[in-house]
């Protein structure tokens, strides 16, 4: 196969790509990630078509690279839309007239022109790298999607950099430059196939994730109480939170305000809780704290300042004042245990504060053997 044939057909692997792009952009408009990897294909492969076309010399080849870099920057934006940042600052804008110059700067007559092509391809080279860098550094695994398709551009610049420095014998040209071709192909396909899946697998992570979250307050469910449950390997606090007369708030306001109220419990809990704690809606108006202190002296604190955030404040909806409270039952979770059983301790301290009168708190710790975990 001629090299003409193999431009025309680099060029066609790269159009397919860059259409293929296009139109998930066109089903999904928000991801507009999409959008710049089709153009970055697309780029890639009207510069396969001109390529045989282009003048020989300094400026062919810094034009070459120039144009291939415009692409690799549309590429680069899609991976900062992707990660929610500005797709194109002004710094990238400036970066595809650097092979050009390159060329133009090696291209005295003091320089041979392999010289100069050689150089120009350093500069392509270090700033594709540079990309492969970003990509490579936000992500979360060896062998993710996002990390393939950054190895799939190590291997195209690896073959640009044989081709053109290390291989630079020009009565094999014709061979390295099909080798080249045929490499691009393959990679393309692959790069394209690895940043389609990397959305995919940000998608079906948000799905799991939301199915793990209660719908109106973003607490944790059931379900995503059963998966922290499977990842806790040491003891724990337990504090069951239930707000006092909540069927008189809904009964009085309405239940869009008793929907509400149960949205400000968990900001009010949420602005108190350490990091690493966990925020659990069990059903209605019953709340799980999970938390892992040092001791009891640490989870009874934390239970008063949820209590003192709850009931300090005045809650309001349309022209109401809402006051709320809430009665909190505190147990400690031992990991050797089965946690349905520390659960329900801290359910039946918890209705022993409801019968005392609600708005308090009642601490269970009794099933601690050790001392320093005696009832506070």
């Keep these: 196969m001629d090299l003409t044939t193999l431009h025309f057909t680099d060029a066609l692997v790269n159009l397919t790509c860059g259409l293929m792009c296009f ?57 900062r839309v992707f990660d929610g940042v500005l797709a194109v600052p002004g710094w990238l804008l400036g970066l595809p007239t650097i092979p050009l110059l390159t060329a133009l700067a090696f291209g005295y007559p003091s320089y041979t022109s392999i010289f100069a092509e050689q150089a120009t391809i350093v500069a392509y080279c270090a700033i594709s790298l540079a990309q492969v860098g970003y990509v490579l550094k ?61 959305v995919g697998q940000r998608d079906f992570r948000s799905l799991v994730n939301a199915s793990r979250r209660d719908p109106l307050t973003q607490a944790l469910n059931r379900s995503g109480l059963d998966d922290l449950l499977s990842k806790i390997d040491t003891d724990a606090a337990l504090l069951l939170i239930d707000v006092d007369h909540f069927k008189m708030i809904n009964d009085r306001f309405g239940h869009a305000a008793g929907d509400e109220v149960l949205r400000a419990l968990v900001n009010r809990i949420a602005s108190v809780l350490p990091i690493g704690d966990h925020l659990v809606r069990l059903g209605g108006e019953e709340f799980l704290v999970i938390s892992q202190p040092p001791d009891t002296l640490q989870a009874a604190a934390l239970a008063e300042r949820i209590w003192a955030a709850v009931r300090n404040e005045s809650f309001s909806y349309e022209d109401a004042k809402i006051d709320f409270t809430v009665s909190i039952g505190c147990a400690w979770f031992a990991s050797d245990e089965p946690f349905r059983q520390a659960l329900k301790r801290a359910d039946s301290a918890m209705y022993r504060a409801k019968r005392s009168g609600r708005d308090v708190i009642v601490e269970d710790w009794e099933s601690i053997a050790s001392s320093d975990r005696s009832c506070v």
Excluded at 48 to 77: E, H, K, R, V
Excluded at 177 to 198: G, K, N
């Design 138 to 198: 936000k992500s979360d695994a060896l062998y993710s999607p996002r990390s393939i398709s950054a190895y799939a551009v190590i291997v195209i610049l690896l073959s640009v950099m044989l081709t053109g420095i290390a291989w630079n014998d020009q009565t094999q040209n014709d061979t390295h430059a099909t080798l080249f071709i045929l490499t691009d192909h393959a990679m393309t396909i692959v790069f394209m196939l690895a940043v389609i899946a990397m």
């Design 23 to 79: 139109a998930i952009w066109a089903s999904r408009p928000g991801d507009r990630c999409f959008a710049y990897w089709g153009l970055g294909g697309s780029l890639y492969g009207l510069t396969a078509c001109w390529l045989p076309y282009l003048p020989d010399g300094n400026i062919g080849t810094g034009l070459t690279y120039s144009a291939l870099q415009i692409a690799n920057i549309m590429f680069w934006a899609g991976y």
